[in-house]
T-cell receptor, first 114, second 115 residues
Framework: GENVEQHPSTLSVQEGDSAVIKCTYSDSASNYFPWYKQELGKRPQLIIDIRSNVGEKKDQRIAVTLNKTAKHFSLHITETQPEDSAVYFCAAGGIKAAGNKLTFGGGTRVLVKP | SAVISQKPSRDICQRGTSLTIQCQVD?????MFWYRQQPGQSLTLIAT?????????ESGFVIDKFPISRPNLTFSTLTVSNMSPEDSSIYLC????????????FGSGTRLTVV
């Protein structure tokens, strides 16, 4: 089955700096790669996703890049703000034969210091 | 995107008992997924529930421990049976949106503590 590795597990940045989180996946058939933000005590919220026919996607301060050949994808947050502090999870999936399920990375705890 | 109502939001249960968690979606969805999130950990898929067929369980999870019902396209339940303290966790349901729309959405979760 799919295996997703996420790095780093914790990330501390100064407000205004950029944050980058990287994930690798194992199943080349995966074609859907979402990123979730989870604040303390809340449900994971989808913040951006990318499908395998696209190499990069941007939404304001957030961008995701995908390298299908290397089987890795990354989340980039620019101009970080204290409200960006949360745990971020990457995931891979979208394989119909596998029931479209998502496999999650281990998570990255991001702390933005004012 | 779909709105999911999940209940109960939290419960404290005695070991050996069972708890049933419900998820109601405001639109029809093909697949519903049940995840477990242990304290400070990532999300682990328990099973996938399709309407009209048996749920598909992931390695390490069995139907006797986590029976699932999916009576229609908007509702599902997960039961945690014969609970032990190791079952203390957050349980979340998730739905698969129409491909090309807003991706997967999670319910608000059920925080279960087994004493």
């Amino acid at each position: 089955g799919e295996n997703v590795e996420q790095h780093p597990s914790t990330l501390s940045v100064q407000e205004g700096d950029s944050a980058v989180i990287k994930c690798t996946y194992s199943d080349s058939a995966s074609n859907y790669f979402p990123w979730y933000k989870q604040e303390l005590g809340k449900r994971p919220q989808l913040i951006i996703d990318i499908r395998s026919n696209v190499g990069e996607k941007k939404d304001q301060r957030i961008a995701v890049t995908l390298n299908k050949t290397a089987k890795h994808f990354s989340l980039h947050i620019t101009e970080t703000q204290p409200e960006d502090s949360a745990v971020y999870f990457c995931a891979a999936g979208g394989i119909k034969a596998a029931g479209n399920k998502l496999t999650f990375g281990g998570g990255t705890r991001v702390l933005v210091k004012p | 995107s779909a709105v999911i109502s999940q209940k109960p939001s939290r419960d404290i249960c005695q070991r050996g008992t069972s708890l049933t968690i419900q998820c109601q979606v405001d639109s029809q969805v093909t697949m519903m997924f049940w995840y477990r999130q242990q304290p400070g950990q990532s999300l682990t898929l328990i099973a996938t529930a399709n309407q009209g067929s048996e749920a598909t369980y992931e390695s390490g999870f069995v139907i006797d421990k986590f029976p699932i019902s999916r009576p229609n396209l908007t509702f599902s339940t997960l039961t945690v049976s014969n609970m032990s303290p190791e079952d203390s966790s957050i349980y979340l349901c998730s739905v698969d949106q129409t491909p090309g729309s807003s991706g997967y959405t999670f319910g608000s979760g059920t925080r279960l503590t087994v004493v």
